[in-house]
């Protein structure tokens, strides 16, 4: 097995690994390790059924089920990502960490790459851990203690519902009526398995901060977030058909670039359970 870098700030690509194969304890223990230190891994040529997929999930933790998507019938963990030719949105397409909403975000996500058009739809990933290192010391002392409110309507005023009916690809399998979540979690939060501290605001679902008006809290999560996204603290997947990623959404965010109009991308994603942000 390989492990190459693919930036400086984060992102490795895994070769010389056949994830449809059985593989040993510490094969996956080289995995989870690479997980830790490089954030988000790549692999090439895998297309994993969606059993296969849920095993390798396993390596990290949990599989859970996403909130707002039906999954696959005969694997509820895995929901489609599927952007068609006449769909001018698409799912994931601002910067962000997953479910961070919910009161234990995701740990981590799993995607697999089923169709993808033969340029555009990358996916840019920010180390966020990177990010807070590199604030001032006045900064940190300010975001100390700091407690953030997130909401899953953050990107879909308007409702998410009326958002994902635009999305002919997905609109079907919306599974609830008007569901609103809402979590308070820090600012900074310390990552449970490496002890390091990242930014935990994301421009996706972060609102406000707690006891402060929208309003106030605007301008400093918008430095926040413009900050975590500066170029050097980022990498760019490119993907092929098979392809498969993992990233960590404990110190990284992520966002689909939507720039392949008129093509199809179809994806396969598992949620990873988290715990409560500290
Ligand atoms: C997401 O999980 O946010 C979507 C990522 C992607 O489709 O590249």
């Keep these: 097995m390989e492990i190459q870098p693919v930036a400086g700030a984060l992102g490795a690509e895994i070769s010389g690994v056949d994830l449809q194969q059985e593989y040993s304890n510490s094969v996956a223990a080289e995995i989870h390790a690479a997980f830790l230190k490089h954030h988000v891994l790549?692999?090439?040529d895998q297309h994993l059924s969606p059993q296969q997929e849920l095993r390798f999930t396993r390596i990290f933790g949990e599989p859970d089920l996403y909130p707002f998507l039906q999954g696959l019938p005969e694997a509820p963990?895995?929901?489609e990502i599927l952007k068609t030719e006449t769909d001018t949105k698409n799912f994931g397409g601002s910067w962000h960490s997953d479910t961070t909403y919910m009161e234990k975000p995701a740990l981590g996500s799993?995607?697999?790459a089923v169709e993808v058009p033969e340029f555009g739809g990358d996916t840019l990933f920010a180390n966020t851990a990177l990010a807070y290192n590199a604030l001032s010391d006045g900064?940190?002392?300010m975001l100390a203690g700091l407690v953030a409110v997130n909401s899953s309507d953050g990107p879909y005023r308007g409702g998410r519902k009326a958002a994902m009916a635009t999305l002919a690809g997905m609109?079907?399998?919306y599974a609830v009526e008007a569901a609103v979540y809402e979590s308070e979690h820090p600012v900074v939060r310390t990552h449970p398995e490496t002890?390091?501290?990242a930014i935990y605001v994301?421009?996706?679902h972060t609102k406000r901060f707690r006891n402060m008006t929208e309003e106030e809290s605007r301008p400093l999560i918008d430095f926040l977030c413009r900050h975590v996204i500066r170029p050097e603290f980022t990498?760019?997947?490119r993907w092929t058909p098979g392809a498969l990623a993992v990233w960590d959404n404990r110190c990284t965010q992520h966002h689909a670039l939507n720039d392949y109009a008129g093509k199809r991308r179809r994806m396969h994603r598992v949620t990873i359970k988290g715990d409560r942000p500290v």
């Design 235 to 237: 990498c760019r997947f």
């Design 42 to 44: 790549f692999f090439r």
């Design 202 to 204: 994301n421009s996706s």
């Design 110 to 112: 799993v995607l697999s």
């Design 195 to 197: 002890g390091r501290k």
């Design 171 to 173: 609109k079907d399998a």
């Design 77 to 79: 963990e895995v929901i």
């Design 139 to 141: 900064m940190k002392a």
